[in-house]
C-alpha cells in the first residue's frame, strides 16, 4: 500500500504525529473520536437515569429500548436511499443537529410514552446516520486504505468509549438528576462538535483523486468514487449508464452475506449480555471479573484492530477471515462453558482466555464485514447497501440478547455448545454465499458526497 494521501490514506502516523497525515483520514478520525467519546458518556448512565431520574421501571426501559431498536434496523435503507439522492455530507450535516436535539429531550421526558417516542426518534437517526457515515467514508476514501482506514477508526472509536465511560463515573458516583443531564448536555455537544468537523471535511479533492485512481487501476475495488465530481460540485449528477444502479433490497446475494454477517455480530449479545449473566449464574467467579473482560476486549481492540485487517483487501481474503473469525468466536464460547466447571480462580482464568479468544474472533470479523460491505455493492448505491448492511447489524444487535439468553443463560454449558456451533456453520456459509462473486462495479452511477 501506498502511503500518499491522496492515493493510500494509510492510517500510520508521520513522524512526531499522533494523527494521521492524510487530511480526510484525520478529519474522520477526529470525528470519530468525539462521537465515541460522547457515546462513551450516555451508555454509562443512560439505564440509570431512566430508571432513578424519570422513574420507568427496568421492565419499561427494556421494552422502550427494544422498539427503538426495531426502529433503527427500519432506518438504514430510507435513511442510505435518501444520501444517495442528496448526499452523505449534506444529509449528515443535518442529522447532527438532530441527533443532539433528540439526547436532550430525554431530560424532559416524564412519562413511558414520551420516552419510547423519543427512543425510536434517537435510534432511528443514530443508526441511520450510522449507515450514511459508512457511505460517505466508502466513496470519500481511495480503495488501497479504505479497510486500514476503517480499522482505525474503530480503534480510536473503542479509544473514545473507554475515555467516555471513565467520565460519566463521575455522574454515577453522584448519582443526581443534575449530573445525569450533564452527561446528555456533554453527549449533545459532542453531536454538535462533529458536525462542526464534518462542515470542513475535505471530501471533494479526496474524491477526485480517488475517481482517478479507480479509473486507471481498472480493476481496483469500487469505492463509489465513479463520476463526474464537478458536475457533483455543481450540485448536478453525473450521466448514468442505461442500466443504472442495482438495488440492494433485490441483490439476493448481498441480502445473503448481510444476514450471515448478522449472525456473526451476535458476539455483541455474548459479550454485553450473555457473559454479564454467566458470570453471575453460571459460574463461581467474582463479579468483578466482568471489569477485567471488558478491558481486555477495549484493549486489544484500540491496540489490535489496524493490525487485524492486514491481507483483508478483496472478496477472498474477507470472506477467509470472517471464517476464521467465526471459528475463534465458536472457540470462545467453548471456553466460556468450561468456566462453569472447577473453582473461583480457574472460573475467572477461564472467562479471561474466553474473552481474548472472543475479540480476536471479533477483530477478524469485523474487518471481513467491512470489505464485504464495501466490494460486494453497487458504488453508485453505496448510501443504500450500506443501510441494508447495517440494518443486518442492528438486527442482530435487537435480536441478540434473546438469543443468548435462551441458550447460554438458560442452558449453561449446552447452551454454549448451541452457540458455537452456530458461529462455526456461520463462517463457512458466508464463504460459501461470496464464491465467485465480483466486486460490485454497476456502470457509472451518479454519486452525490454532499
Known amino acids: 500500500m501506498t502511503s500518499s494521501p491522496r492515493t493510500g490514506a494509510r492510517p500510520r ?40 431520574s424519570i422513574g420507568l421501571t427496568p421492565t419499561s426501559v427494556a421494552l422502550g429500548l427494544t422498539v427503538a431498536g426495531v426502529c433503527g434496523v427500519l432506518a438504514g435503507v430510507p435513511m442510505g436511499r435518501l444520501a444517495d439522492r442528496v448526499g452523505s455530507k449534506r444529509l449528515l450535516l443535518a442529522v447532527g443537529p438532530l441527533e443532539a436535539a433528540a439526547v436532550l429531550g430525554y431530560a424532559f421526558v416524564h412519562s ?59 455522574a454515577l458516583q453522584a448519582d443526581s438528576y443534575t449530573g445525569y443531564v450533564t452527561m446528555l448536555v456533554l453527549d449533545a455537544v459532542s453531536f454538535l462538535g462533529v458536525t462542526v468537523l464534518l462542515a470542513g471535511l475535505p471530501v471533494g479533492a479526496v474524491t477526485a483523486a480517488g475517481a482517478r485512481a479507480t479509473g486507471a487501476g481498472g480493476a481496483a475495488r469500487a469505492t463509489g468514487v465513479k463520476g463526474a465530481t464537478g458536475a457533483e460540485g455543481a450540485g448536478g449528477t453525473a450521466a448514468d449508464d442505461s442500466r443504472g444502479p442495482r438495488t440492494a433490497l433485490r441483490d439476493r446475494r448481498y441480502l445473503l452475506v448481510t444476514a450471515l454477517h448478522a449472525v456473526l455480530e451476535l458476539q455483541l449479545a455474548v459479550l454485553t449480555v450473555g457473559l454479564p449473566l454467566w458470570i ?13 473482560v471488558n478491558v481486555v476486549n477495549c484493549l486489544l481492540v484500540v491496540v489490535f484492530q ?49 474473552a481474548l479468544v472472543h475479540t480476536l474472533g471479533e477483530l477478524l470479523t469485523s474487518a ?24 443486518g447489524q442492528a438486527a442482530a444487535h435487537v435480536i441478540g440478547p434473546l438469543v443468548v439468553t435462551l441458550t447460554a443463560v438458560d442452558h449453561g454449558a449446552v447452551g454454549w455448545v448451541v452457540l458455537a456451533g452456530v458461529f462455526a456453520l456461520a463462517g463457512p456459509a458466508l464463504t460459501a454465499a461470496v464464491r465467485g ?14
Do not use: K
Not at 462473486?437 to 454532499?450: C, I, K, Y
Open 112 to 170: 413511558f410514552a414520551a420516552f419510547v417516542v423519543l427512543a425510536c426518534a434517537a435510534t432511528a437517526l443514530s443508526r441511520g446516520a450510522a449507515a450514511v457515515r459508512s457511505a460517505l467514508i466508502a466513496r470519500a476514501l481511495p480503495a488501497e486504505g479504505q479497510v486500514r482506514a476503517r480499522a482505525l477508526l474503530r480503534s480510536v472509536m473503542n479509544a473514545g468509549l473507554v475515555v467516555g465511560s471513565g467520565g460519566a463515573a463521575l
Open 368 to 391: 471481513g464485514g467491512w470489505t464485504l460491505s464495501l466490494d460486494l455493492a453497487d458504488p453508485g448505491a453505496h448510501g443504500e447497501y450500506q443501510g441494508v448492511f447495517m440494518s
Open 437 to 450: 462473486a465480483a466486486p460490485g462495479a454497476a456502470p457509472g452511477a451518479a454519486v452525490r458526497l454532499g
Open 13 to 52: 502516523a508521520s513522524g512526531r504525529r499522533l494523527l494521521p497525515a492524510d487530511p480526510l483520514l484525520r478529519r474522520l478520525v477526529l470525528m470519530g473520536l468525539v462521537n465515541s467519546v460522547g457515546d462513551g458518556l450516555f451508555v454509562t448512565v443512560n439505564v440509570l437515569f431512566f430508571t432513578r
Open 280 to 292: 453471575v449464574l453460571g459460574t463461581g467467579a467474582p463479579a468483578a471479573v466482568l471489569a477485567a
Open 306 to 354: 489496524v493490525r487485524a485487517s492486514r491481507g483483508v483487501t478483496d472478496v477472498a481474503s474477507a470472506a477467509r477471515a470472517c471464517s476464521r473469525g467465526a471459528l475463534l468466536l465458536a472457540g470462545g464460547c467453548l471456553v466460556y462453558a468450561a468456566a462453569q466447571y472447577g473453582p473461583a480462580w480457574a472460573a475467572a482464568g477461564a472467562l479471561l482466555a474466553g
